[in-house]
């Protein structure tokens, strides 16, 4: 296998743990079956980083079966911040491995993952694999939207690689550091978005892990949303700041549009939706959202021309500052009615070929796996 570190670790797996009550074990057994050695003078090695982060240490080795406590790494890390940027850049600065991983202590692996990973990575001359994800109880999770035919050598635009906001999978650690590439810790959500988005469109080799073992989400890994609302300006910073980024105006047009468009998506729409299912949404909300798409199309004019007819329609109600709850969820939910013809086709016909078109995108989608 490829191993180019002196310590003869192939790959640097970092795990985030935030509260001794997150099943760390789980994630830890799942290394362990991952299908690499852990032993320290084995070539090609495995090596397990967990970030104790604002919390002690000692609950959380407790929790690992006594067979795997010596194989892992424990580090401390307090910076006060509810986020798991900082923890994530810390094991990245620690890592020498040649391959770099990120998990979240309530996620797992299925048997021989990285093995497999690395391999195919390898094969391909890849810089990046991306995992293929599913629940663990066996549904797929449809991210990126990859071409059907396609594994290798893709193309940020044309594979959608921006749905895969997290960068799972593997990462060759010289391409990270080469890139500069670290989680903002300024932000309350979408700390990863930055991350992944620069990764994608580096012009680095990019591949995507078809039919190999899958990084697991568990149901335990479900978003604690906190009971005190934030401001949709809050919520949306690390998307109006990426898009206003020198970084982001150097990219090409359609690569500037393929990122605005899923944060439409993905983000503006979805807390839309939050809000309004809360019965939380009002004139506040409606100004602040408003604000931030004209941010993002501002940044990226085209963006909105593949979204569906239903999609364009809670558009250009955010756009109008439409205060309305009701009618906000209406259009929230409405567009998320697949049975709906609304959804099916873009307001602008000249767009239906395109990748973000929702015929192409959904009919690409439900043949990720």
Request: glycine share 6%; with cysteine; charged share 20%.
């Amino acid at each position: 296998m490829d191993n180019n570190s002196q310590d003869s670790v192939l790959v640097d797996v970092v795990v985030a743990v935030h509260t001794p009550d997150r099943p760390i074990e789980r994630t830890v057994a799942s290394l362990m079956a991952s299908g690499l050695p852990t032993d320290a003078g084995a070539a090609g090695r495995l090596r397990v980083t967990v970030v104790c982060h604002n919390t002690d240490v000692e609950p959380i080795r407790a929790r690992v079966a006594p067979g795997h406590r010596n194989l892992v790494r424990f580090v401390a890390y307090a910076d006060g911040i509810k986020s798991p940027a900082g923890p994530f850049n810390l094991g990245l600065s620690l890592a020498t491995g040649t391959w770099v991983s990120i998990m979240g202590s309530d996620d797992s692996l299925e048997p021989d993952a990285l093995a497999r990973w690395v391999e195919a990575a390898v094969r391909d001359g890849a810089d990046v694999l991306i995992a293929p994800m599913a629940h663990a109880g066996g549904a797929a999770i449809h991210t990126p939207v990859v071409r059907r035919t396609r594994t290798a050598g893709l193309d940020p635009v044309a594979d959608r690689l921006t749905y895969r906001t997290a960068p799972l999978g593997i990462m060759r650690l010289q391409l990270v550091r080469s890139l500069g590439l670290d989680f903002p810790t300024r932000y309350v959500t979408g700390e990863d978005q930055s991350f992944s988005a620069k990764l994608w469109f580096s012009g680095a080799s990019v591949s995507y892990g078809r039919g190999l073992p899958r990084y697991l989400v568990h149901d335990d890994a479900a978003v604690r949303v906190t009971a005190t609302p934030r401001p949709v300006a809050e919520d949306l910073a690390f998307a109006t700041d990426l898009v206003e980024s020198d970084w982001f105006a150097g990219l090409a047009p359609a690569q500037r549009a393929s990122i605005v468009t899923k944060l439409i998506r993905v983000h503006l729409f979805g807390h839309v939706l939050l809000r309004a299912e809360a019965g939380t949404w009002g004139a506040a909300d409606a100004a602040e959202m408003a604000a931030a798409a004209r941010t993002l199309l501002f940044a990226a004019p085209t963006a909105a021309r593949p979204l569906s007819v239903a999609d364009r329609a809670l558009l250009d109600a955010v756009t109008r500052r439409e205060a309305d709850s009701v009618e906000m969820k209406s259009l929230a939910t409405l567009r998320r009615t697949f049975t709906n013809p609304r959804t099916w086709l873009p307001r602008d016909a000249t767009q239906l070929l395109h990748p973000e078109a929702p015929l192409r995108f959904m009919s690409a989608s439900a043949l990720v796996s």
